[in-house]
């Protein structure tokens, strides 16, 4: 019987051999933009709200679906890495357009690249093989969430040495546990929730399920159909991707009128 492969079930993504050149450069434009652009709207909303990590954990959930997708037709390490960057360059124009102090800014770009660089490792452990090892996603959830805050608050502490400045690891013990413990936990709750959830929904395709016709799907689901054939289709179109790239800039720039 003929094994069903979890990347192509969920993604079905073009061979790797099409992603060179101008695609891959497409593909990697199309998920910085859109992770740079989620950071300028969905980010924002989140902020407003004002719960105590809600908006870091969501944000690195969503940079961690972009990069995933980004990886698994790729395969390339400086692909996800070159993503963050563009995610980090649109992050920067904050710069420009926003009232802030300069390390009001920096510091979120600087995170953004930090979670590229883990998220390069977690999806190493993850590989592009059928994920069937619970433990493999357990691994690179934890790996991704925990990882990236270690990393930020130990470049933050490098950098308070080199130019004198604030810590985290001057604040108060809750705000230190909520960062390096509640934090990571949330987070690495949603990622290994998904990448769980995908698993389970490949192995139920391999299965005969009864009375498969009174099934009734969910009404959200046509428009999830959707916007999953373009995320699979429009990645490697440079038209699309530059789109993106330039909706998210006018997003970051729209900031001047408010």
Known sequence: MKKISFYKFKNR??????????????????????????????????????????????????????LYRLYQPTGSAA???GASLVAAGLKSLDIVVSPVGLMDVINPVQAIIIEGLVATLALKVLNRRPVRSRLRIVISGLLFSF???????????????????GNIFQTGPVSLAKFFLLSPLVTG??????????KITVNNQGRKLKQVDSIRPHRLYPVADQLRKFFDRNPSRPA?????????VLTHLNQLWF
Do not use: C, D, R
């Open 189 to 198: 709750f949603f990622v290994i929730g998904w990448l769980m959830a995908g």
């Open 13 to 66: 993504q073009p061979s790797e051999k099409k992603f060179m050149g101008k695609k891959m450069i497409s593909t990697v434009i199309f998920w910085g933009s859109l992770w740079g652009l989620t950071e300028a709207t969905l980010g924002y909303l989140l902020h407003l709200i004002k719960i105590p990590g809600l908006a870091g954990a969501v944000m690195a959930t969503i940079a961690f679906y972009f």
């Open 79 to 81: 692909a996800v890495i």
């Open 240 to 248: 699309v991707s530059l789109s993106i790239f330039v909706v998210a």
């Open 147 to 165: 990882g990236s805050n270690l990393a930020y608050g130990l470049i933050s502490f490098i950098e308070s040495l080199a130019f004198y400045s």
